[in-house]
């Protein structure tokens, strides 16, 4: 595109879009955000005004048929991720899409095709933003086989988010909304799957508990009426790779008191503990009995350049590596089978 000015239109403008995604483009020289439509006009109306876009769409199809955009941003609830990812590119637009990429692997198989169909355009997926400074550092140890050959990979993540019953429910509470997507598990996955590209799992299963059923409709809701739940409040999920090792995660909502934010790498040689909450990594050789800090070499932080990333791929032709449709198609894939396992009660569901 040369030095065009790359005009960008935000399909939703939720919590990340106004932290991370407008900020970001408005500090790139030559992108302009240029549009925006939010489920509210009057919501969309007050982004506008307070980052200075300056245009208010009233439809998210008419920012993706819009041909004063060049690009669009999606910030929506996954419910629309795949819908508004297609219409834009049905429509000549580069995608940047908020994860998870759709609401479940058929969406998601639909998103990747029409970005084959479609070379010309650049398809991003936001990633999973948890391990951006430490992944350079994981890839190392795993090349230099220092754990030996991992056995075993472990999430754990609990929260207290959903702790309180009386709280408003969540759009990530309601599969109407979220799709197959329960709780942290998809973002989660995708750093391992970003730390093991050829991470092949044969079969999963998973249990899911629901404690609370029913909680009060969302602040900005148009109905006082308790609306039902139907997302697991915890989960936890096995899987059987196929080289002989297993996962195990564990993901709680509702739990009281300080949460639990790491995943481990266990090996026949050594153990690997990545602490996300304090952002290091811990490390025992086989025999010892204590952890020692890794040290992590500053220069391989990664940091948050989700936007940066999208226009260098636009201009500069870089390929997309965080996170092509492809790589979401992946995690989607393992969402559903677990839920499938979720919903048949823990029986083992294979990953098709």
Same mark, same amino acid.
Not at 323 to 328: I, L, N, S, V
């Given at each position: 595109m040369g030095e065009k000015?790359?005009?960008?239109?935000?399909i939703g403008a939720g919590g990340n879009t106004r932290l991370r995604h407008i900020p970001g483009f408005q500090e790139i020289d030559g992108a302009r955000i240029v549009c925006v439509a939010n489920r509210r006009r009057s919501s969309a109306e007050s982004v506008a005004k307070e980052y200075g876009i300056p245009r208010v769409a009233d439809s998210w199809?008419?920012?993706a048929e819009d041909p004063e955009v060049d690009a669009?941003?999606?910030?929506?609830?996954?419910?629309?991720?795949? @819908?508004?990812?297609?219409?834009?590119?049905?429509?000549?637009?580069?995608?940047?899409?908020?994860?998870?990429?759709?609401?479940?692997?058929?969406?998601?198989?639909?998103?990747?095709?029409?970005?084959?169909?479609?070379?010309?355009?650049?398809?991003?997926v936001v990633p999973s933003p948890f391990t951006l400074d430490?992944?350079?550092?994981?890839?190392?140890?795993?090349?230099?086989?220092?754990?030996?050959?991992?056995?075993?990979i472990r999430v754990l993540h609990t929260t207290s988010l959903f702790l309180d019953p009386g709280a408003p429910v969540s759009w990530r509470q309601r599969t109407a909304l979220s799709g197959n997507n329960m709780l942290t598990m998809g973002i989660y996955h995708e750093v391992v799957?970003?730390?093991?590209?050829?991470?092949?799992?044969?079969?999963?299963?998973?249990?899911?508990?629901?404690?609370?059923?029913?909680?009060?409709?969302?602040?900005?809701?148009?109905?006082?009426?308790?609306?039902?739940?139907?997302?697991?409040?915890s989960l936890t999920v096995d899987g059987a790779l196929a080289d002989g090792g297993r996962l195990h995660y564990v993901f709680s909502a509702v739990e009281a008191g300080p949460g639990h934010d790491r995943i481990?790498?266990?090996?026949?040689?050594?153990?690997?503990?990545?602490?996300?909450?304090?952002?290091?990594?811990?490390?025992?050789?086989a025999g010892e009995t204590a952890f020692t800090e890794f040290a992590v070499d500053p220069t391989t932080r990664r940091g948050w350049r989700v936007e940066a990333d999208f226009i260098a791929?636009?201009?500069?032709?870089? @390929?997309?590596?965080?996170?092509? @449709?492809?790589?979401?198609?992946?995690?989607?894939?393992?969402?559903?089978?677990?839920?499938?396992?979720?919903?048949?009660?823990?029986?083992?569901?294979?990953?098709?």
């Open positions: 000015t790359l005009r960008i239109g935000l199809e008419a920012v669009v941003c999606i910030g929506t609830w996954p419910n629309l991720h795949a @819908p508004a990812t297609l219409r834009a590119l049905e429509a000549g637009k580069h995608v940047l899409t908020e994860a998870r990429v759709a609401m479940n692997a058929e969406e998601a198989d639909q998103v990747c095709d029409a970005a084959r169909a479609r070379p010309d355009k650049v398809v991003q430490l992944d350079a550092t994981v890839a190392r140890i795993l090349a230099e086989g220092l754990l030996g050959r991992v056995r075993e799957q970003r730390w093991f590209p050829r991470l092949s799992i044969g079969r999963v299963r998973g249990w899911g508990r629901l404690y609370v059923r029913e909680r009060p409709a969302a602040e900005d809701g148009a109905s006082s009426l308790p609306v039902a739940v139907d997302v697991p409040d481990e790498l266990i090996g026949a040689d050594g153990r690997l503990c990545v602490d996300i909450a304090e952002q290091c990594i811990r490390f025992a050789r791929s636009i201009r500069d032709g870089a @390929p997309v590596t965080l996170t092509p @449709p492809d790589a979401a198609l992946r995690y989607m894939r393992f969402t559903d089978a677990v839920r499938r396992s979720v919903d048949a009660d823990g029986a083992w569901q294979a990953v098709l």
